[in-house]
């Protein structure tokens, strides 16, 4: 286990952990200064392509990223999401997540799905490549956004996924759109640590989409609070922006702009 894991890992009962996604170096090198784990996600493709799910991202357009991210963020654990068909099997999962590490640097790859990962986790960390779980909504697969955790059955399911992932090696578990005393069970009963996204405060920590943190996306789920508006500030900079332009270009002319 490398120190940075290790240090994360070691925040376990002690504090809860901040993590937010990042697409660019720019971005990257604010949330560093806050974060205690960066996020690479494969949501980069409806927040910046508008693909209709992450099953168009590709791992060249993860690497590309990464590779920007990896250059603003210094202190915080970097971890970058396996794209959709990436990790089929141990054998494509080994040679994908090496390439990811090669070409980005970056600390960890997050993996989606319990049982049926099992394998191809265990080949990844036998082969010292961190890697972190991911519960619950599986926005890859997914055939319906709802609530999970809702039905015993599943509860259950879930729970045992959880644990099984542990055993695996995992240092640490997404766990996304997870009913609430689902989320604290999981929290309780597990000695990694489980990053919440929708899933009630009852984890170790939350991970945001940090253009849905800041208002610059349009996305309005029940569960993100909006702390900024950068949309607005960005339209109010090109503005003032513009005017200024024309107005020393045509400095006896008069505009209005309604837009």
């Not at 940075?4 to 993590?19: E, P, R, S, Y």
């Not at 209709?52 to 993860?62: A, N, P, Q, Y």
């Not at 990694?192 to 610059?216: H, K, M, R």
């Amino acid at each position: 286990m490398n120190k940075k894991v290790k240090k994360f890992l070691n925040k376990k009962n002690k504090a809860k952990v901040i993590c937010l996604t990042a697409y660019s170096k720019n971005v990257a090198s604010i949330l560093d200064k806050y974060c205690d784990l960066v996020l690479v996600g494969d949501s980069l493709g409806s927040v910046l392509y508008d693909f209709k799910s992450t099953k168009e991202v590709t791992l060249d357009t993860m690497i590309n990223h990464s590779k920007s991210v990896r250059l603003g963020v210094k202190k915080s654990l970097l971890v970058v999401d396996m794209p959709y068909n990436t990790y089929r099997n141990s054998k494509e999962a080994l040679k994908n997540a090496r390439l990811v590490m090669k070409k980005t640097k970056c600390d960890a790859v997050k993996l989606e799905g319990g049982k049926r990962i099992i394998s191809i986790v265990k080949s990844l960390v036998k082969n010292k490549i961190p890697v972190m779980g991911h519960l619950g909504i599986l926005p890859q697969t997914e055939k319906k956004f709802t609530y999970k955790g809702k039905k015993l059955i599943e509860r259950n399911r879930i729970l045992k996924d959880a644990k099984l992932l542990e055993e695996a090696g995992i240092f640490s578990v997404v766990l996304e759109c997870i009913e609430t005393k689902l989320a604290k069970k999981i929290t309780e009963q597990l000695n990694i640590i489980t990053v919440g996204i929708g899933s009630s405060a009852n984890c170790d920590g939350q991970v945001l989409v940090t253009d849905d943190l800041i208002g610059l996306s349009q996305n309005k789920f029940r569960f993100v609070k909006k702390y900024a508006n950068i949309n607005q500030t960005i339209n109010s900079a090109v503005k003032k922006y513009k005017s200024e332009v024309i107005k020393k270009q045509f400095p006896n002319a008069k505009y209005s702009f309604k837009n």
